[in-house]
């Protein structure tokens, strides 16, 4: 079955960094774009990025363009998020997602990972 | 961006009962391409719809999903106790993908 584990998650200071991972099986994922969507506590879902199945296009939400940077390692079948100059907006739950269409990409998800807590506070 | 309206914001309602949830666009969503997902406390969202209307892998036929346009609506016709969560439609039709607020199922 698909499986998707984020980790990385915790406590940074604003202007910090932190680097997410996503661990995945149970799927071909050379051929499936992927996304990271958050959700800031007790709010409701933000997507923030988009990355295709090779790794030629991607896409951002304009809130986190020039600080995020999302990339993908096919050969390990793990996706990752760079958080560079982090805000205490970035504070959430952040979730990778895969998309629900093979090749091409659909931009619904249909499988998430259980996510992983991004504080940033000082 | 496609700003969504769901509606209402909290639903009471009883096991065995059915259940219409709304979602609203700001403007036309191209193609149906709206899902809905569930999400219960302290776990990640499940797909149950994508397209207006098609379920997801193992989705109960008990929730459906119609609509076109700027409107929407899940249906879930009998609900059972595991259906007590939020939801949450997502459009797709146009970049960026965009999130409604969610409406939280409740009991009664």
């Known amino acids: 079955q698909v499986q998707l584990v984020e980790s990385g998650g915790g406590v940074v200071q604003p202007g910090g960094s932190l680097r997410l991972s996503c661990a995945t099986s149970?799927?071909?994922?050379?051929?499936?774009?992927m996304h990271w969507v958050r959700q800031a506590p007790g709010k409701g879902l933000e997507w923030v990025a988009f990355?295709?199945?090779?790794?030629?296009?991607?896409y951002y939400t304009d809130s986190v363009k020039g600080r995020f940077t999302i990339s993908r390692d096919n050969s390990k079948n793990t996706l990752y998020l760079q958080m560079n100059s982090l805000r205490a907006e970035d504070t959430a739950v952040y979730y990778c997602?895969?998309?629900?269409?093979?090749?091409?990409?659909?931009?619904?998800?249909?499988?998430w990972g259980q996510g992983t807590l991004v504080t940033v506070s000082s | 961006e496609i700003v969504l309206t769901q509606s209402p914001g909290t639903l009471s309602l009883s096991p065995g009962e059915r259940a219409t949830l709304s979602c609203r666009a700001s403007?036309?969503?191209?193609?149906?391409?709206l899902a809905w997902y569930q999400q219960k406390p302290g776990q990640a969202p499940r797909l149950l719809i994508y397209?207006?209307?098609s379920r997801a892998t193992g989705i109960p036929d008990r929730f459906s999903g119609v609509g076109s346009g700027t409107d929407f609506t899940l249906t879930i016709s009998r609900l059972e106790p595991e259906d007590f969560a939020v939801y949450y439609c997502?459009?797709?039709?146009?970049?960026?993908?965009?999130f409604g607020q969610g409406t939280k199922l409740e009991i009664k």
């Open positions: 997502q459009q797709y039709g146009s970049s960026p993908p965009t």
């Open positions: 149970g799927f071909t994922f050379s051929t499936y774009g």
């Open positions: 403007q036309s969503v191209s193609s149906s391409y």
């Open positions: 990355i295709r199945y090779d790794g030629s296009i991607i």
């Open positions: 997602a895969k998309d629900g269409t093979s090749g091409n990409w659909a931009y619904y998800f249909d499988h």
């Open positions: 397209g207006a209307s």
